[in-house]
């Protein structure tokens, strides 16, 4: 299931990653812009082939009541090329909920291709994973990501407070949540 998993949408090709994409992941995640309101810094060109291979090898002990971290390509459709990520993965603050994510080069950004991906993921997440519920965070800054998660329905639920210590990085965001139903509307 995780591991064969193909969308195509008018524009993207939605596919699991291949250590093939380690340049073009690499010249994503190396961009300061890009990595600004993620939990990591820019990556090494070490770093980012650490995570591919961690990512390539999650592929096989996804389970669709037990997901690891599901991270896969987004590519356009039009030229082949490599222009983000997507995935579903558990919370990190609270693992029991499976939090929708991504992240798209520079060069792609403010043309819908997020919220195109968001989507079409989200709709895997519930129609072939058989999720019931998928959240996302965002910082209140980032309003282009808040849009996104408006766009594919997802409803704002509270800003994030009250965590452990060892999660304070995460208190002040925005939470969303969308459920299978919502997003047949």
């Not at 996804?62 to 983000?84: C, D, F, H, M, Q």
Request: overall charge negative; proline content about 5%.
């Amino acid at each position: 299931m995780f591991k064969d998993m193909y969308i195509e949408t008018e524009r993207l090709v939605i596919r699991p990653f291949t250590m093939d994409d380690l340049h073009d992941l690499h010249a994503i995640v190396s961009q300061d812009e890009v990595m600004e309101y993620l939990p990591d810094d820019p990556m090494t060109l070490a770093e980012t082939e650490r995570t591919l291979s961690w990512i390539i090898d999650s592929y096989d002990r996804n389970r669709p009541r037990k997901i690891i971290k599901y991270t896969v390509a987004v590519i356009l459709k039009e030229s082949g090329e490599l222009i983000g990520w997507c995935g579903l993965g558990p919370l990190d603050f609270d693992p029991s909920q499976i939090e929708l994510y991504y992240g798209l080069r520079k060069q792609s950004w403010g043309g819908g291709v997020a919220t195109e991906a968001a989507r079409a993921l989200a709709e895997y997440g519930f129609h072939t994973v058989s999720l019931d519920r998928i959240v996302g965070v965002v910082p209140p800054a980032n309003v282009a990501s808040k849009r996104v998660l408006e766009k594919i329905g997802m409803i704002y639920r509270m800003r994030v407070a009250g965590l452990p210590p060892d999660h304070s990085a995460y208190e002040g965001l925005l939470y969303f949540s969308l459920t299978a139903e919502q997003i047949d509307r």
